[in-house]
């Protein structure tokens, strides 16, 4: 696996969080997202496609700490909105042209001070299209996201539910089983103390993690995310 691929699987049981992913309605408008944070230092940018379209993920590394990247950002852009906390902050900026641009950052302990995710998105949100036939969809949900890493076969399905975390937990346990997954963390068999969980499959090689978030209505926000092995 290269140093792009690791990191990206290191990162993702963070990024996939509902925090984090369920503000990501991201578009593109088909050209290289630029650098916004001063200090970044871009890694690379991939393809991906979110609810149907393709888009431009940028990815970089930021020398400074979040703190000062939250104050640079500010002074560069005193109208764009913020929302920040310990270890992340996200800013949407309004563009001439019509798109916005969210930027992402994240202070990941022991990699490097600040990662830095940008993309441009519409003025309206795109609309979830197909579930991912990849995925079992709970009894009741609806799905709110999908996106397709074609550069690392990988898949990402999001969706609320009316059901709480455990009876989701329970239910997309069972169907994952079934569909030939093995659960590593096992946290399926006792739902009322997790909000996640980890599979693995050997034919083809696969990871599959699981993250639940509940909702203030008694429901829970949910995302997977299968990657294949390469």
């Given at each position: 696996m290269n140093r792009a691929g690791l990191?990206?699987?290191?990162?993702?049981?963070?990024?996939?969080?509902?925090?984090?992913?369920?503000?990501?309605?991201?578009?593109?408008?088909?050209?290289?997202?630029?650098?916004?944070?001063?200090?970044?230092?871009?890694?690379?940018?991939?393809?991906?496609?979110?609810?149907?379209?393709?888009?431009?993920?940028?990815?970089?590394?930021?020398?400074?700490?979040?703190?000062?990247?939250?104050?640079?950002?500010?002074?560069?852009?005193?109208?764009?909105?913020?929302?920040?906390?310990?270890e992340s902050l996200l800013a949407e900026i309004k563009l001439k042209n019509g798109l916005r641009r969210r930027i992402l950052l994240l202070s990941v302990h022991g990699i490097y001070p600040v990662l830095s995710f940008s993309m441009d998105i519409p003025a309206s949100d795109l609309k979830p299209k197909d579930w991912p036939s990849e995925f079992p969809l709970p009894p009741g949900a609806k799905p709110q996201m999908t996106m397709r890493f074609p550069k690392r076969d990988a898949v990402y399905g999001a969706f609320s539910s009316d059901f709480d975390v455990p009876q989701?937990?329970?239910?997309?346990?069972?169907?994952?089983?079934?569909?030939?997954?093995?659960?590593?963390?096992?946290?399926?068999?006792?739902?009322?103390?997790?909000?996640?969980?980890?599979?693995?499959?050997?034919?083809?090689?696969?990871?599959?993690?699981?993250?639940?978030?509940?909702?203030?209505?008694g429901g829970c926000f949910g995302s997977l995310y299968q990657r294949r092995n390469k």
């Open positions: 990191l990206i699987l290191l990162l993702f049981p963070l990024v996939l969080s509902a925090e984090v992913f369920s503000l990501w309605p991201f578009s593109g408008n088909g050209t290289s997202v630029p650098d916004e944070v001063a200090g970044n230092s871009p890694l690379w940018t991939e393809n991906v496609i979110v609810n149907g379209q393709s888009l431009e993920l940028g990815v970089s590394m930021n020398q400074n700490p979040l703190d000062l990247c939250f104050q640079n950002l500010r002074k560069m852009h005193p109208d764009a909105v913020f929302a920040a906390n310990k989701t937990l329970s239910s997309l346990g069972a169907s994952l089983t079934a569909m030939g997954w093995k659960s590593v963390s096992g946290e399926h068999f006792d739902p009322s103390s997790g909000n996640g969980e980890i599979f693995m499959k050997e034919n083809p090689s696969s990871l599959l993690v699981i993250g639940l978030t509940p909702q203030k209505n």
